[in-house]
């Protein structure tokens, strides 16, 4: 298993990575590599790039809306991109990119302390899930 995470947004993204790498310890997968990229919008390709050396890859990333429509544009290409890298490739991959309007909402589906949910932990095991359904 792989996990690419961002680097905009470290902070709510760490915890993401956090939730990811506990859901492999869970399933008794040891040492999964973490790579890092810049934002949301080089996660397709670097899947892609992923996806030949993993059973499963995890895409972690928190895009928070800001004042521009940008916000939308960088959301629909990191989640159509996603989908299609898991298609184009039969590479199961989990897709951890929180998509939301506040900073708040973002830590609250980070899995950190007081969040009430762990969207790192859930694409985690989604992937693994469907890694496991490969003939």
């Known amino acids: 298993m792989a996990v690419l995470a961002t680097r905009w947004n470290a902070d709510i993204v760490e915890l993401l990575v956090d939730g990811a790498l506990r859901a492999a310890r869970d399933e008794g997968i040891e040492d999964p590599r973490v790579h ?5 919008l080089e996660l397709p390709l670097a899947a892609a790039r992923l996806a030949g050396t993993a059973d499963a890859v995890v895409a972690l990333g928190a895009v928070i809306e800001g004042e ?6 960088v959301c629909r290409f990191a989640v159509d991109g996603l989908g299609r890298v898991g298609l ?3 590479t199961a991959i989990g897709n951890g990119v929180l998509t939301c309007h506040t900073r708040e909402q973002a830590l609250a589906r980070s899995g950190g302390e007081g ?5 790192g932990y859930e694409a985690a095991r989604a992937a693994i899930d469907l890694a496991g359904l490969r003939p």
């Not at 890092?36 to 949301?40: L, N, S």
């Not at 521009?68 to 544009?73: G, S, Y």
């Not at 969040?115 to 969207?119: I, P, Y």
């Open 36 to 40: 890092y990229v810049d934002g949301a």
């Open 68 to 73: 521009t429509p940008h916000f939308e544009h």
């Open 88 to 90: 184009d490739t039969d």
């Open 115 to 119: 969040a009430s949910e762990d969207k």
